[in-house]
């Protein structure tokens, strides 16, 4: 990954990063879902450590993860949500087909909110958030398509 961690900055201001994440938001650049995996005993880890905690390993690697999985939770904003979004707003907690109890929070798109269901099958997307892509999901199955939020 080419980009600087000055230019990282610069592309996602708002983002909540750190020494641990970087290599996670550097690849929504490239439009590639990456979480920390140990390289030892192949476990996932998120939010990103430094060190396994399965194993206590600390050889662990951004690894790109299928972006499938199912809403394990969600909640409708009505307010606070992302400036220009429409309410309500969808905030869900998806877990990754690649481990149980492997989450990601996110927000669901191509969806009518009343339709938003936990088990749900959905699929990694990207929106553009401030002139920027980070992940999404819809629906498994829908065409894929870049939007706004």
């Given at each position: ?54 194993c206590w390993s600390e050889r662990v690697e951004a690894t790109e993860v299928s972006g499938l999985g199912h809403v394990q939770w969600f909640t409708l904003?009505h307010q606070g949500a992302p400036s220009g979004a429409p309410l309500p707003f969808p905030v869900v907690t998806v877990e990754l087909e690649e481990q ?50």
């Open positions: 990954m080419g980009i600087s961690d000055e230019e990282l900055l610069e592309r996602y201001p708002w983002g909540a990063f750190d020494h641990d994440s970087k290599a996670q938001w550097k690849g929504y650049l490239d439009h590639k879902l990456l979480v920390n995996r140990c390289q030892e005993c192949g476990h996932w880890i998120n939010p990103p450590r430094p060190m396994c905690p399965k904003l149980p109890n492997l989450r990601i929070d996110s927000t669901i798109v191509d969806c009518d909110p009343a339709d938003i269901a936990c088990d749900m099958k959905v699929e990694l997307t990207w929106v553009d958030q401030n002139g920027t892509p980070v992940p999404a999901f819809r629906p498994a199955g829908r065409k894929d398509r870049l939007r706004d939020v």
